[in-house]
Structures are given as C-alpha cells and as structure tokens.
T-cell receptor, first 114, second 114 residues
Framework: GAVVSQHPSWVICKSGTSVKIECRSL??????MFWYRQFPKQSLMLMAT?????????EQGVEKDKFLINHASLTLSTLTVTSAHPEDSSFYIC??????????FGQGTRLTVV | AQSVTQPDIHITVSEGASLELRCNYS??????LFWYVQSPGQGLQLLLK??????LVQGIKGFEAEFKRSQSSFNLRKPSVHWSDAAEYFC????????????FGTGTRLQVTL
C-alpha cells in the first residue's frame, strides 16, 4: 500500500489565489521530504528539500516566496503555491526517503491555474 | 556534474516482444541506481534498485536490469511486454552518501501495440 499520501490529486484555481498541497507519510517519521515539479512529457525537477522543524532548502532558480514549504511535523509537509499564475500549472510530486537510499513518491498533484 | 541519460525518448514495441530501455549515468563513483515507472497522472512506482552485489537485479512486474560498470549503464529489460506496461519509465541515481539527491533521466515513453 501507499506509504506517502499526497492531497489533493488535482486542483483548479484562479489566477492570483494560493493553493496548498499536502504530503503525508503514512507509516514513517520523515525528517526530510522532497518536492518535485514535472512539466508535461518531461522529467522530474527537484524544487526543494523539506526539513522537519527548519527551513526548506530550495534548488537554484526556485522562488522561495512563491513556493512556500512547511514541514511542521514528522508526518506532514506542505507546499503552498502563492499567488498562482497559469505558468505555475504543473504536476507536483513529493517523496520521502527510507534509509537514505530508496525514495517513495506520492501520487502527485495536478495543478491548473486559470 | 552528476547526470543520468536515457537516450530513447519514445519506444514502441508489440505486445509479447522483448524490451530494453537504456540508461547511462555519469557519477564520480558508482551510485545507487533505480528504475521507476509512471502511469499518466500518477506518482512514481519503484520497479527495481541496485545498491551493490549481483549485477543482475530482479524487480516487480517481470522487469530486470543489469548493471555494467564498464559501460556506466543500468538498462531495464523485460522478456515479454504486456499492453499494461505502456507508461513512462525513469532511470534515476543518487550518490551513496547520506542525504544525497535523486537525479532523474529524462524518461522513456513506452508504447505497446497489440
């Protein structure tokens, strides 16, 4: 069964609004989670590393103020897309590592900004 | 820089035919290697992984992969493809140190004809 649960699976929002995506670890306490973005027919690009109890580490080129990450507990990390615009439309996926080797992925969230 | 290359963007095979998806990596030392499969609008599912030891790795759904150090390759194979195998396949790698990032190839889209 799924070990990482991501919600919602899809969301449509109006331009200028904010959207929150949740990533839950169902059976494991994750001090670190990862957020990826995937454009159509492309690979996954790491956006940021979410660290429990501390600030997230963002990859180069990712706007911290636009993609707010909160990892307040060992089982929940959230990604908030603030003031969303159509160019933010994408597929967002979270993952969590087990044993510093294997990654488990959420089901992904399809964000469409209209 | 560390990288993972999947030379084939799109492959079409007939149902029942054999399959080989290519993956090459460029790392300073042999990394951990993975193959993931993604169905449309879904997250990633791990097919198999290589950490060390036997260079022929068995995975789920009848897939296997062979690690070849001399060629820096980790090609995925299946003897007989089923229509349900149509999906996007990603090769990924990460350094063996702790908290290393997962690097993905660009993916290979598999189409299966009946």
């Amino acid at each position: 069964g799924a070990v990482v649960s991501q919600h919602p699976s899809w969301v449509i929002c109006k331009s200028g609004t904010s959207v929150k995506i949740e990533c839950r670890s169902l059976d494991f306490q994750a001090t670190t989670m990862f957020w990826y973005r995937q454009f159509p027919k492309q690979s996954l690009m790491l956006m940021a590393t979410s660290n429990e109890g501390s600030k997230a580490t963002y990859e180069q080129g990712v706007e911290k103020d636009k993609f707010l990450i909160n990892h307040a507990s060992l089982t929940l990390s959230t990604l908030t897309v603030t003031s969303a615009h159509p160019e933010d439309s994408s597929f967002y996926i979270c993952s969590q590592d087990r044993g510093n080797t294997e990654a488990f992925f959420g089901q992904g969230t399809r964000l469409t900004v209209v | 820089a560390q990288s993972v290359t999947q030379p084939d963007i799109h492959i079409t095979v007939s149902e029942g035919a054999s399959l080989e998806l290519r993956c090459n990596y460029s790392y300073g030392a042999t990394p951990y290697l993975f193959w993931y499969v993604q169905s449309p609008g879904q997250g990633l599912q791990l097919l198999l992984k290589y950490f060390s030891g036997d260079t022929l790795v068995q995975g789920i759904k009848g897939f296997e992969a062979e690690f070849k150090r001399s060629q820096s390759s980790f090609n995925l194979r299946k003897p007989s493809v089923h229509w349900s195998d149509a999906a996007e396949y990603f090769c990924a790698a990460r350094s063996t140190g702790t908290a290393s990032k997962l690097t993905f190839g660009t993916g290979t889209r598999l189409q299966v004809t009946l």
